[in-house]
């Protein structure tokens, strides 16, 4: 006999989906029989992945953040060694400063401090160390002298050498050489008028220039070795001190010839000796 078989159940999802005939019932797993098992296995497994995605590109950009912070370091630290590195260089080949042994004179070497400052940029601690450690002879008794705190100090440091070198101090020495300054036998007219230049401007100091120069053409026409020169020059009346140097250049050549071969004595004309040391001038005498 055929076995009786019973009718499924119909509920309202089946009788839905019987009435509507393009879609089709899902296949129930007869071992579970449930669909949904299926369906929520699946959605948990592309949850899953999902995450493994996203994981995936969170490393990913870690991993590209990281390549650039890196990147900026190398880039960083490329420009720090190329600085440090001109940093070297400019300090290998700053421009170099003279010593000092008090001998010369303290605003000249003053004067060339500051241009080495300038170009080497250096601040007033830099440079009253720099003119410490130049100091030698006289002068370095002056860094002596000074407090331990005050040998690198701008201020105290060249006050103190103003005071032992400066030419304030010294201008009634350096007036006395202008008095009695001569010429030198074989010493050029240039080379005297230079010489009494700088003792004018040493003896007096803040002077202004028109009184500087009556003082070194008097000083110029009195140091004159011949007075047959001083004497043209003198009638000419000069103003400044080059114009009696050129006045006298220009007897001196006069007196020596216009080709400027003549030798020997201005007073005797006799060769062998100048007029400053002419024996028949002293017999006159």
Not at 86 to 100: D, K, N
Not at 186 to 199: A, H, T
Request: charged share 25%; hydrophobic share 35%.
């Amino acid at each position: 006999m055929p076995r009786h078989r019973t009718p499924p159940i119909r509920t309202v999802s089946t009788r839905r989906r019987a009435a509507d005939p393009l879609e089709e019932p899902p296949s129930l797993n007869l071992e579970t029989g449930m669909a949904n098992d299926q369906l929520v296995g699946d959605t948990t497994s592309e949850l899953v992945r999902e995450a493994s995605v996203s994981s995936m590109h969170r490393q990913q950009e870690d991993r590209v953040d990281f390549g650039e912070e890196l990147r900026r370091l190398q880039a960083e630290n490329s420009r720090l060694r190329a600085e440090r590195s001109f940093s070297s260089t400019m300090l290998v080949h700053e421009a170099p400063l003279l010593p000092y042994d008090g001998k010369s004179e303290w605003e000249e070497y003053l004067t060339h401090v500051e241009v080495v400052s300038t170009l080497n940029q250096w601040d007033e601690d830099r440079k009253a160390q720099r003119v410490a450690s130049s100091l030698r002879g006289t002068a370095l008794s002056v860094l002596n002298s000074l407090p331990i705190r005050d040998r690198t100090q701008w201020i105290p440091l060249t006050t103190a050498l103003s005071q032992r070198f400066g030419q304030e101090a010294l201008a009634p020495k350096w007036h006395a050489e202008l008095q009695s300054r001569r010429q030198r036998p074989g010493e050029s007219l240039v080379d005297l008028s230079n010489e009494i230049e700088k003792l004018t401007r040493l003896a007096h100091p803040g002077w202004p220039d028109f009184c500087k120069n009556q003082i070194g053409v008097r000083a110029f026409l009195g140091a004159l070795a011949s007075h047959q020169i001083r004497g043209i020059v003198a009638a000419a009346a000069p103003v400044t001190l080059h114009d009696a140097l050129y006045r006298a250049q220009l007897v001196e050549a006069s007196m020596r010839g216009c080709d400027g071969t003549r030798e020997g004595c201005y007073e005797c004309g006799q060769k062998g000796h100048y007029q400053n040391r002419c024996p028949n001038k002293k017999k006159e005498n």
